[in-house]
């Protein structure tokens, strides 16, 4: 049986492209240095796969930022302020990504969202009544022939046109209408180049397929595609789908004149239904998404083959066995984790291993019939793997959970009461300002922590240094005149590993990092057990950092959603269930602080949204009516005058506000500066009562906003937020960014907040 992969992780197994990136737009390495460093990776990638005897390998899956920016760029989507700039072509594409601050000029970057239920970030690409739709690049071209040209013959993936469209954003009068005939053109372009230098295979992944689908958008898909398939040639073009099942267009797109359809059958819920009543046409080549692109557990044998037995007997050789998406959203290999026993890395699989198991389960899967030792000893232990594997239960935490009761879900008094208790009481000015937890994460902190680790120091020096950072934060916000004070999260790597390591039920991995935007990856800790907390997690900072300053001081935690949607979670249980383990056990830290004397404590939770079902209609009963809940029990056990904050970034909040208020939180902050306004229309209709603040600059980007740009930003927020109710804020934690940047940035800040205070008072 042939298998196939949809895109390999392009980061490089220890970071190679983040550090080399990193250099460039430090000015430290040419151009070149960094193509060169890009290319190695490829060339790792492509080999890796072509050792593990895939036959369906992609090009073109690689991107210095992200895919949908390269196919912005080669269809000349670019926004004429970034054109302007007069930059070369790579610095461009990063001034679309990044932002640009220098002496050519000074623009923000484009946004970013995360459209599907991962944790990766695209770029929206913006398309003006001016674009001019062609082809302007040679991106795929030289990715395919560089493969060529080191003995791997790839299929070509692209963005797929129909995705394309119905993901930007039109920022003019012009609509999906008018350009949809340019692009299709455009993509019958670079296919037909693609085919005269040899390639053999193009794939579009056109993952807005699983979305829901209208009409008017099955409409137009087909008249793209009806236009591109009728001028392919000699090419042959698949049709790669993932991140769920194709339910609405499933009869669409199995009539057009394909040559395979890729399908998820993983987080595709309907996809067997789908094959199995609707049948697949003899003429096509099926690509089943069996082995999963996003956990990392090792595949279940017996449960893929018996699959595959059952495709295989009604496709016979047409059935190719898949990825289930790219692996881009699981780490490289196992091989760099070396503290993890046998006992724990037998039941993984990251991308390479799993290369590994397509292998494995190919050849299972061929000599099925006949029966073959080898093969059966590998079938064997595999098998081994899902039979009474004890997960580390812990029994008190299963009984904890099976006795949460209704009311646990509640904080009272409501709303409205508790507000006028907690003016009183902090006896905050208008429009206060905080920021959202983080401060720059410079190198001493990072040397700090890791000298710690590897035991260079002892944990009383480690903690020495943090308290005097945290000292140092502190009276750096009492000078720019910050309201509610942070203490910097200095002890920690990352929001979410970080509450692992203090929770029972976790394991951790050294190299496992995963792209997340461009350059910034995250190390997704295991959820391996039943989650309790072990250990007080941030009292001691948050007490030490109280300590220091006669402000609020702001506590700081993930909540439970978040944890778990930024850990890789068990398969044996629900993710429900897990979630309010954690939701426990950050319930039990919530009361420690206030116990502690913390007035205020925000729980962030940064990827609510991230496991949103992809179709509305799946929202509330399959997730929202849980994890919205699961917050509530965390925050609804403190005092009425204990100020909870919460924080999101990332995404689109606009259409779940309701659900958002529900958290019933006291205080949200998200991200808003770097799309627009919207969501502030919506808080608006929707008569949301929880205090605001909407970002007011993008902490993504070096550039330091002015104060005019932050007082126009709170002046656009004051016409759709009540004053009482608006916070002035970054849109984010600054761990990213510098130390220069972030103080000039906080003083704009805290002095558009004063500008705005005079005008009302
Ligand atoms: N409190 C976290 C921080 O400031 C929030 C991070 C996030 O939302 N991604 O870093
Ligand atoms: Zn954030």
Not at 168 to 191: P, Q, R, S
Not at 502 to 516: C, M, P, R
Not at 701 to 728: F, G, N, Q, T
Request: charged share 30%; with cysteine; net charge negative.
């Amino acid at each position: 049986m042939n298998t196939s992969v949809i895109g390999f992780p392009r980061i490089g197994k220890n970071r190679e492209l983040k550090f080399a990136s990193e250099k460039f737009f430090k000015g430290e390495i040419r151009e070149e240095e960094l193509r060169q460093t890009a290319a190695e990776l490829r060339a790792y990638g492509w080999k890796k796969q072509q050792e593990a005897g895939v036959k369906f390998i992609s090009s073109n899956d690689f991107s210095f930022y992200d895919n949908v920016l390269d196919t912005a760029v080669l269809f000349n989507i670019v926004p004429k302020r970034y054109k302007e700039l007069g930059l070369t072509e790579l610095e461009t594409y990063f001034a679309m990504a990044r932002g640009y601050q220098g002496d050519k000029g000074n623009v923000k970057a484009l946004a970013m969202k995360k459209w599907f239920n991962t944790n990766y970030h695209y770029i929206v690409p913006e398309i003006d009544d001016d674009t001019e739709i062609k082809v302007a690049g040679t991106k795929p071209y030289d990715e395919y022939e560089e493969a060529k040209a080191l003995g791997v013959e790839t299929k070509v993936s692209l963005i797929g046109p129909f995705t394309l469209l119905k993901l930007a954003k039109y920022t003019g009068k012009k609509n999906i209408n008018d350009f949809k005939d340019a692009l299709t053109e455009a993509y019958t372009v670079v296919i037909g180049e693609l085919a005269k230098k040899g390639a053999a295979w193009v794939e579009v992944d056109e993952a807005y397929l699983v979305r829901d689908l209208s009409a008017e958008d099955i409409a137009l898909f087909k008249e793209i595609y009806d236009k591109i398939l009728a001028k392919k040639s000699s090419v042959k073009i698949l049709l790669q789908t993932y991140f769920g099942d194709v339910r609405d267009a499933y009869n669409d797109i199995t009539s057009l004149d394909f040559d395979g359809i890729g399908l998820d059958f993983l987080e595709g819920r309907l996809t067997e239904e789908l094959v199995e009543k609707n049948s697949f046409p003899e003429d096509k080549f099926l690509f089943a998404g069996l082995v999963n692109g996003k956990n990392i557990w090792k595949n279940n044998y017996a449960k893929t083959l018996d699959k595959l037995k059952s495709l295989k007997a009604k496709f016979g050789d047409k059935v190719v066995l898949n990825t289930s998406c790219s692996l881009l959203h699981v780490p490289y290999t196992l091989e760099s984790e070396t503290k993890l026993t046998e006992d724990y890395t037998q039941h993984l699989a990251f991308a390479e291993e799993k290369l590994a198991e397509l292998k494995e389960l190919s050849v299972l899967s061929d000599i099925a019939d006949k029966g073959n030792v080898a093969a059966e000893t590998a079938f064997q232990n595999n098998q081994k793997l899902f039979h009474g594997r004890v997960n580390s239960e812990d029994k008190a935490v299963q009984e904890r959970v099976a006795g949460i009761k209704e009311s646990d879900y509640t904080r009272l008094p409501e709303f409205n009461e508790r507000e006028k208790i907690q003016k009183e009481r902090l006896g905050l000015p208008i429009f206060p300002t905080t920021t959202i937890g983080s401060f720059p994460q410079t190198a001493d902190v990072r040397r700090n922590r890791q000298e710690f680790r590897k035991g260079l120091i002892s944990e009383e020096q480690y903690v020495e240094f943090n308290k005097k950072k945290i000292a140092d934060c502190i009276a750096l916000q009492e000078e720019i005149g910050l309201d509610v004070i942070v203490h910097g999260e200095f002890e920690r790597n990352d929001m979410v590993e970080y509450f692992g390591e203090h929770l029972a039920g976790y394991i951790f991995t050294e190299k496992a990092w995963v792209q997340s935007y461009g350059t910034r990856c995250v190390k997704p800790p295991i959820i391996w057990g039943d989650v309790s907390r072990k250990e007080s997690i941030t009292v001691k900072w948050s007490k030490f950092a109280k300590s220091c300053t006669d402000k609020p001081v702001k506590g700081m935690l993930t909540g439970p959603v978040t944890i778990l949607n930024w850990s890789f979670p068990r398969e044996d249980i629900s993710i429900k269930e897990s979630t309010l383990q954690i939701a426990l056990a950050i319930r039990d830290e919530v009361l420690d602080l206030e116990a502690n004397g913390i007035d205020i404590i925000q729980i962030d939770e940064a990827a609510l949204r991230e496991k949103l079902p992809l179709r509305r209609s799946d929202w509330y009963s399959e997730y929202l009516d849980w994890a919205i809940p699961a917050f509530r029990l965390v925050a609804s056990g403190v005092r009425p005058e204990t100020q909870i904050h919460t924080h999101m970034c990332y995404s689109e909040f606009t259409d779940i506000i309701p659900a958002i208020d529900a958290m019933d939180a006291d205080v949200i902050t998200f991200e808003a500066s770097r799309s627009d306004l919207q969501i502030l229309d919506s808080l608006k209709e929707n008569n949301f009562k929880t205090e605001v603040g909407p970002g007011v600059y993008d902490i993504h980007s070096p550039r330091v906003p002015s104060v005019e740009e932050i007082v126009e930003a709170l002046r656009k927020m004051r016409d759709r937020v009540e004053d009482k109710k608006l916070w002035v804020n970054p849109d984010c934690g600054l761990k990213t960014r510098g130390d220069k940047e972030t103080k000039e940035s906080l003083v704009n800040l805290v002095k558009a907040a004063e500008t705005l205070r005079s005008e009302v008072q």
